[in-house]
């Protein structure tokens, strides 16, 4: 038998994504993050859950956000906006 892929535990996800288990386990549990159960649920008892590193790659790809058009390097980079720190007017903030 050929077994290749490491089961990864939640605080090990969470280590490697710089977030809370908590969240790890929240996000598995609303279905976004696959895994593995191990045991059963039952009165008082609670499914221990592994990970595969394919499932944490594919949660990352749905979660990517591509860049805005405009971002940092856009058309707008470098000219001034009015905003709450000032005005387009070259007027310092009171």
Same mark, same amino acid.
Not at 16 to 23: F, G
Not at 66 to 91: E, K, V
């Given at each position: 038998?050929?077994?290749?892929? &490491?089961?990864? $535990? &939640?605080? /090990?996800? *969470? ?7 908590? +969240?790890? +386990?929240?996000? *598995?549990? &609303? #279905?976004?993050?696959? +895994?593995? *159960? ?8 609670? !499914? @221990?859950?592994?990970? $595969? @590193? /394919? *499932?944490? @790659?594919?949660?990352?790809? !749905?979660? !990517?956000? %591509? %860049?805005?058009?405009? &971002?940092? #390097?856009?058309?707008?980079? #470098?000219?001034? !906006? @009015? #905003?709450?720190?000032? =005005?387009? =007017? ?5």
């Amino acid at each position: 038998m050929d077994i290749k892929p &490491a089961l990864l $535990s &939640a605080g /090990e996800v *969470a280590r490697l994504l710089r977030c809370s288990r908590s +969240y790890v +386990y929240k996000v *598995a549990r &609303a #279905g976004g993050l696959g +895994y593995v *159960a191990l045991g059963q649920d039952g009165p008082g008892r609670r !499914t @221990a859950m592994r990970f $595969s @590193a /394919e *499932a944490v @790659a594919i949660f990352l790809k !749905t979660r !990517t956000v %591509p %860049p805005r058009s405009g &971002a940092i #390097g856009g058309s707008n980079c #470098g000219q001034r !906006t @009015a #905003g709450r720190r000032g =005005s387009s =007017s070259g007027q310092p903030p009171r």
